[in-house]
């Protein structure tokens, strides 16, 4: 028959292993003897409950990490992995859901916004999207989007009124 506490002497070596700590650190750091770990590791002995406490909460360990086989340590990881993924996807569909609620309150105002600031989207006789290269001196059109390109459009109000600021001047 095999009991839990079999378990915790090899988890401990693991656990601190892991976490980069000799034994002789370990025994520093909890105030328990270098001879005491290396005993629970060997499992010549067990901790009393106040050494355990310390351990567990050294190490932030769950009771499976302490006296579970390995294969219930994968387990519970893969169960909080999983627990963490379904918090990061309830979290994107709540900001999804909120940018949807800004975009429906809010969409004509920055479409607005983008008209004065951007000017129109400028589209060949057939509808196809036309991209500049930024990079380049002559503001020559194409119909292929190339990496580094982007959307040509008309001159915005903005622009135009900046321009033409002299008009105003008089």
């Known amino acids: ?4 506490i079999q378990n915790f002497g090899p988890n401990l070596a693991r656990l601190r ?3 980069g700590v000799s034994q002789t650190q370990l025994a520093e750091d909890l105030g328990i003897g270098k001879q005491s770990i290396s005993d629970y590791e060997k499992q010549k002995s067990y901790p009393t409950f ?11 360990a769950t009771p499976t990490q302490l006296f579970g086989t390995s294969k219930e340590i994968e387990l519970e990881k893969s169960v909080l992995e999983s627990n963490e993924y379904s918090d990061k996807v309830s979290e ?3 900001a999804v859901k909120y940018i949807e609620h800004f ?3 809010y969409g004509q105002h920055l ?5 004065l600031t951007k000017g129109n989207q400028l589209y060949t006789e057939d509808g196809d999207e036309l991209y500049i290269d930024p990079t380049s001196q002559k503001r020559t059109f194409h119909t292929q989007y190339e ?13 135009l009124l ?8 008089k």
């Open 162 to 169: 900046i321009e033409n600021k002299e008009l105003f001047d």
């Open 1 to 4: 028959m095999t009991f839990i």
């Open 147 to 159: 990496p580094g390109f982007i959307v040509a459009r008309e001159k915005s109000p903005l622009e």
């Open 17 to 19: 292993i892991e976490k």
């Open 103 to 105: 975009l429906h309150t």
């Open 92 to 94: 994107i569909l709540k």
């Open 111 to 115: 479409e607005d916004l983008l008209y």
């Open 50 to 60: 106040a050494n355990l406490d310390k351990i567990a909460e050294y190490f932030n």
